[in-house]
C-alpha cells in the first residue's frame, strides 16, 4: 500500500482510477494540472507518482524532467495516450519507472504498480539469496547455481543479473541498462545488453528461445520477471 499522486486531467478517467486505487488500499491525492501536481510533490511526499502526459498547463515530461531529488517521488508511472516508442523511451531515460499506454486495464494497472509498490517496501539485505525458475543467486559467495550446480557467468553477466535482479517486475530501457551496469551512454553500444541478456537466457532460462524471465519489451527494453506474483 503506498501514497500516491494521480495527475490527470480528464475528470472521469481520473474518476475511476482514484476509486481503484483507493480500494487496493492506496492513499491518493489527485492533481490535474503540472503546478497542482508540483505542489502536491512538494508537500505530500508521495511514494509513487502516476502521471499523464498531455496535461493543460504543460507538458508532462518536462514536469518529469524538472523533478529532482528530494521532491521527486521515489517511483513514477506514467500513463499515456502517446503510444510511439520514442516518447516512452524519452519517459523512461527520464526516470519513469514503468509506462502504460492509454487505454488500459485497471488490473494490468494494479499490476504494475504491485511491482513498484513490491521494490518500495523491500527492505535491502545484506546477504541476499535470490531465486527464480532453477536458479539460486547467493550474493555472498556471488555463486550462481542451477539446482544445485554451478553457472559459471563472467563478471559482466554477473553485474547484469544482479541489475535485473535488483528491478524485479520493472521495465529497464537498453540505455539505462547500459549506463547502469557498463557505465556508458554511447547508444552504439546497446548491442552489449543485446548480447550479455542472450548469453544469461542461454546458462539460466529453461528454454532460452522462450524466455520467461529476461523479458524483451519490444523497442524499449527489458524487464525481469522472478516468476513469484508477477
Ligand atoms: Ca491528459
Given at each position: 500500500?503506498?501514497?500516491?499522486?494521480?495527475?490527470?486531467?480528464?475528470?472521469?478517467?481520473?474518476?475511476?482510477?482514484?476509486?481503484?486505487?483507493?480500494?487496493?488500499?492506496?492513499?491518493?491525492?489527485?492533481?490535474s494540472?503540472v503546478?497542482?501536481?508540483?505542489?502536491?510533490?512538494?508537500?505530500?511526499?508521495?511514494?509513487?507518482?502516476?502521471?499523464?502526459l498531455?496535461?493543460?498547463?504543460?507538458?508532462?515530461?518536462?514536469?518529469?524532467?524538472?523533478?529532482?531529488?528530494?521532491?521527486?517521488?521515489?517511483?513514477?508511472?506514467?500513463?499515456?495516450?502517446?503510444s510511439?516508442?520514442?516518447?516512452?523511451?524519452?519517459?523512461?531515460d527520464?526516470?519513469?519507472?514503468?509506462?502504460?499506454?492509454?487505454?488500459?486495464?485497471?488490473?494490468?494497472?494494479?499490476?504494475?504498480?504491485?511491482a513498484l509498490?513490491?521494490?518500495?517496501?523491500?527492505?535491502?539485505?545484506?546477504?541476499?539469496?535470490?531465486?527464480?525458475?532453477?536458479?539460486t543467486?547467493?550474493?555472498?559467495?556471488?555463486?550462481?547455481?542451477?539446482?544445485?550446480?554451478?553457472?559459471?557467468?563472467?563478471?559482466?553477466e554477473?553485474?547484469?543479473?544482479?541489475?535485473?535482479?535488483d528491478?524485479?517486475g520493472?521495465?529497464?530501457?537498453?540505455?539505462?541498462?547500459?549506463?547502469?551496469?557498463?557505465?556508458?551512454?554511447?547508444?552504439?553500444?546497446?548491442?552489449y545488453?543485446?548480447?550479455?541478456?542472450?548469453?544469461?537466457?542461454?546458462?539460466?532460462?529453461?528454454?532460452?528461445?522462450?524466455?520467461?524471465?529476461?523479458?524483451?519489451?519490444?523497442?524499449?527494453?527489458?524487464?525481469?520477471?522472478?516468476?513469484?506474483?508477477?
Open positions: 500500500m503506498a501514497r500516491i499522486l494521480l495527475v490527470e486531467d480528464d475528470p472521469p478517467l481520473r474518476a475511476v482510477l482514484f476509486r481503484t486505487l483507493t480500494r487496493a488500499g492506496h492513499t491518493v491525492e489527485t492533481a494540472r503546478a497542482a501536481a508540483a505542489e502536491a510533490c512538494r508537500t505530500g511526499a508521495p511514494e509513487i507518482l502516476i502521471l499523464d498531455g496535461l493543460p498547463d504543460g507538458d508532462g515530461l518536462e514536469f518529469l524532467a524538472s523533478l529532482l531529488p528530494p521532491v521527486r517521488p521515489p517511483s513514477v508511472l506514467v500513463l499515456s495516450a502517446r510511439q516508442e520514442s516518447v516512452k523511451v524519452t519517459a523512461l527520464l526516470g519513469a519507472d514503468d509506462y502504460l499506454t492509454k487505454p488500459f486495464g485497471t488490473a494490468e494497472l494494479l499490476a504494475r504498480l504491485r509498490d513490491r521494490r518500495l517496501h523491500t527492505p535491502p539485505r545484506t546477504a541476499p539469496a535470490a531465486s527464480f525458475g532453477e536458479i543467486v547467493d550474493r555472498e559467495r556471488s555463486l550462481v547455481t542451477r539446482q544445485g550446480q554451478n553457472v559459471p557467468l563472467t563478471a559482466r554477473y553485474a547484469l543479473l544482479l541489475f535485473f535482479l528491478h524485479p520493472v521495465l529497464l530501457t537498453t540505455r539505462r541498462i547500459l549506463h547502469e551496469v557498463w557505465e556508458r551512454d554511447d547508444p552504439e553500444l546497446a548491442v545488453v543485446r548480447v550479455y541478456t542472450a548469453r544469461l537466457r542461454r546458462k539460466l532460462e529453461r528454454d532460452p528461445r522462450r524466455p520467461r524471465h529476461f523479458v524483451t519489451e519490444i523497442g524499449l527494453g527489458y524487464r525481469f520477471v522472478s516468476g513469484e506474483g508477477e
